[in-house]
């Protein structure tokens, strides 16, 4: 940010002293010549901080490893979720509510849980047994409320 604030700086004043400058100036061809001077003068005063410049001025501390862990997270637990919620809505389980918390470790999807919290009216015994034959998923079934 401190290259940015200098260049800046270094522009308004080469122009502030190209404006005086380029007043002063007399008429004609001699004119002219100390317009290309002052040009030149504008010029190289937009190159100049360049040689100070330093990359470092623009990193960013990102950390890519952890945003790809966290968006492959969220990607698998949506499609857990899903997957679940539609095996119990074609079985005829409806409003059932799904949560699944996913890790991921060095590319690898691990279900840390899974739970299912059904409505009363519903076997919690047949819901496990369901996901079970269905998915191949142990689940924790609750009735919601409990």
Do not use: H
């Not at 997270?73 to 679940?84: D, G, R």
């Amino acid at each position: 940010m401190d290259f940015i604030k200098s260049w800046t700086f270094c522009i308004c004043i080469t122009l502030m002293l190209s404006v005086v400058f380029s007043i002063l100036t007399p008429k004609g061809s001699m004119g002219r010549f100390y317009k290309i001077i002052i040009s030149m003068f504008i010029f190289i005063s937009f190159l100049f901080p360049l040689t100070e410049f330093d990359i470092s001025d623009f990193k960013f501390d990102f950390d890519f490893d952890s945003e790809y862990s966290e968006v492959l997270e969220n990607a698998a637990q949506k499609q857990i979720e899903s997957s679940v919620g539609s095996a119990l809505s074609e079985s005829g389980f409806k409003n059932c509510a799904v949560s699944a918390r996913v890790k991921e470790d060095n590319g690898e999807i691990t279900v840390e849980s899974l739970l299912i919290s059904v409505p009363d009216g519903y076997s919690t015994k047949e819901v496990k047994d369901l996901l079970f034959d269905k998915l191949g998923v142990v689940a924790e079934v609750k009735r919601i409320g409990d």
